[in-house]
Nanobody
Framework: QVQLAESGGGSVQAGGSLRLSCAAS????????MGWFRQAPGKEREGVVL????????YYADSVKGRFTISQDTTKNTVYLQMNSLKPEDTAMYYC??????????????????????YGQGTQVTVSS
């Protein structure tokens, strides 16, 4: 059974930073797809950053490129999302996501096959202006 436990969310002012953590059990973070989605009130869930470990390709949403960075610690089986220069539009619930082989399209992780992923319970990020 795959379990993902996020932590690190909170409230910050615009321009600030947060680091989200996702501890995985029942799934190895260095396999297939691993990353983060987010969902703001009234909006659809969107992929923020997704890494296909085997293919070595990482997708970053245009809105976060240059500001967010995904990393992992395989000894802790944990994935991190470093978020810098936060903006009010980054406010959302952030979900850690793990995807099996079926979530891979070519050398990238699917952004649309949301049902293929396992998700954590989410951690709230609120950025004030």
């Amino acid at each position: 059974q795959v379990q993902l436990a996020e932590s690190g969310g909170g409230s910050v002012q615009a321009g600030g930073s947060l680091r989200l953590s996702c501890a995985a059990s029942g799934y190895t973070v260095s396999s297939n797809c691993m990353g983060w989605f987010r969902q703001a009130p009234g909006k659809e869930r969107e992929g923020v950053v997704l890494r296909y470990a085997a293919g070595g390709r990482t997708y970053y949403a245009d809105s976060v490129k240059g500001r967010f960075t995904i990393s992992q610690d395989t000894t802790k089986n944990t994935v991190y999302l470093q978020m810098n220069s936060l903006k009010p539009e980054d406010t959302a619930m952030y979900y850690c996501a793990a995807g099996p082989r079926s979530s891979v399209v070519g050398v990238y992780c699917s952004l649309t096959a949301l049902r293929n992923y396992w998700y954590g319970q989410g951690t709230q990020v609120t950025v004030s202006s």
